[in-house]
């Protein structure tokens, strides 16, 4: 009996291997499993975002709200805002601020002054009134701490952190994330309020 040569049997062998489903699931998984690892690092990533937020959001309420009263201790403030965080964004840096306002139309507004050139700010010897008593036109009339009796003060805090987790390949997905919040309240009006200055000065 003749054998066929070996050329012949390849095309045969070719269609075999073609048609056998061994090794198939390990391919498609190859395929698959990087697309979905990095959809899941993205749910992780968004969702300990949304959940920081959502704590630090209402962790400077109450710490705005704890500050308008007479006997403040915006110090003690600040540590339970980093006290709620830490735990969700482990080694982030919590850095926090505080200027007062005389009311709340005030807020982030500049000084006024005789805006002569048009150029929207107080220069080439404009007049000004230092109303926030700083001795220079300021382009916010706030002053910063947690101000006094009848206030506006607006406590703003701001975390930076690394993402938990990271991805070699992609260096903007590495790269710090910031969140912040904001808390706005009128201290109670344990006191007389202090009005702005009104003191006249020109500016350079």
Known sequence: MTRRPAPFRRPRLARRLAAAPDGAAVVEFAIVAPVFLILLLGIFDIGQMVYA???LS??????????SLEAADTA??????KAAILPILPQ???????RSYFDFTDVARPEKWTDTNLNGTCDDGEP???????GQWEQDVGKAGNGG??????????VTYKPLFTAKFFSDYNAD?????????????????????SSAGSCM
């Open 53 to 55: 937020k959502a704590i």
């Open 58 to 67: 209402g962790a400077v309420e109450k710490a705005a709200r704890s500050g």
């Open 76 to 81: 003690a403030a600040d540590e339970a805002v």
């Open 92 to 98: 982030a840096t919590v850095t926090t601020s505080r």
């Open 128 to 134: 000004y009134v230092d109303e926030n008593r700083s």
């Open 149 to 158: 009796a009848g206030d506006v003060v607006l406590y703003t805090v701001t």
């Open 177 to 197: 994330r910031t969140l912040s919040a904001v808390g706005v309240r009128k201290n109670q009006p344990f006191a007389n309020q202090t009005a702005y200055g």
